[in-house]
């Protein structure tokens, strides 16, 4: 199995375990502040990976290194506080596809930054996932709350936190990135909560952990596709979280998808169908014999 073709699928499996994780923070609702569910969550994830810490050996990195780590949990904590408070105020279905925003930013940042080749298929493949989100958003752009304004603004910040992991998994391990981000980000929410803390339920509790056993896994699988595969090759296969949204929202919210939402998700399907399948040929196409 080639490098690419094991990044589509870790990014694939990467993608179900968000939109889980989306399912419970809906669940949750606006009862608590989302600094405070958003630092639990971290917190527990912490906690499960403590085992991680104690295999590492010594925990010393040079500066740089640390300071990426810090860098990427200062953005993506500030990321995670605006994703929560969207994720308690507009649709999942909206929430993803306003994320959609994130991989732009991503695939042109890895260009400008990383120095990966845009390939002109993987462009189209990104362009039309990102068409088909703008097309799922078409009816609401007319009611732009501040939940959509909040997860517009998270999106660059989760994409420069993607480059910034991107980087990191040439001198870092997996786990070991997973693990950094879980403490960077711990810290950083750890004075907003706080400030609005209010004592938790022992049902809020339980579904906390459970988010932060998803997320930490599906960070794992995130770092794995990253390592595996080109950005620009990943990508596209983010968008089908939209399609799990979607169903989710109506299975268990009963937030009825308007038709724009079914013709965007076949263009998101068919982008991330391409990907696949393009690479697939190229491998095929590069492995023939002379």
């Known amino acids: 199995m080639t490098g690419n073709l094991r ?35 971290y917190l527990f994830g912490l906690l499960l990976l403590l085992p991680v810490f104690l295999r590492m050996g010594s925990l010393r990195r040079p500066a740089s290194v640390v300071g990426l780590h810090a860098s990427r949990g200062v953005i993506h904590g500030v990321g995670v506080m605006l994703w929560f ?56 752009f007319q009611e732009i709350n501040i939940g959509s304004i909040a997860q517009l603004t998270a999106a660059p910040l ?11 998994t040439k001198v870092e391990s997996s786990t070991a990135i997973v693990a950094y981000l879980s403490v960077f980000v711990t810290l950083v929410l750890l004075a907003p909560a706080i400030y609005v803390w209010r004592t ?17 896994l599906g960070h794992y699988t995130l770092t794995q596709a990253f390592r595996a595969a080109d950005i620009t090759v990943t990508q596209p296969i983010q968008f089908l979280q939209l399609v799990w949204a979607t ?27 391409f990907i696949a399948h393009r690479e697939g040929k190229r491998r095929k196409d590069r492995d023939a014999p002379i």
């Not at 022992?202 to 056993?213: C, M």
């Open 158 to 168: 989760f994409a420069a936190s993607f480059l910034i992991a991107k980087r990191l």
């Open 200 to 216: 938790p339920t022992v049902i809020e509790l339980i579904w906390l952990f459970a988010t932060a056993a998803l997320a930490t």
């Open 7 to 41: 990044g589509i699928i870790w990014m694939a499996t990467t993608g179900i375990l968000f939109v889980a994780v989306t399912g419970i923070v809906r669940h949750l609702g606006t009862d608590m502040s989302p600094v405070q569910a958003a630092f639990i969550r």
């Open 247 to 273: 169903i989710l929202g109506l299975a268990v919210f009963g937030e009825q998808p308007e038709i724009w939402t079914w013709v965007g998700g076949g263009m998101i399907v068919a982008s991330a169908t």
């Open 85 to 140: 408070f969207a994720m308690a105020n507009i649709p999942i279905a909206e929430v993803t596809a306003l994320g959609f925003t994130a991989p732009i930013f991503t695939t042109v940042g890895a260009a400008l930054f990383l120095g990966e080749r845009l390939r002109l298929y993987r462009i189209g493949a990104v362009l039309m996932g990102f068409g088909g989100a703008l097309v799922v958003l078409q009816p609401g």
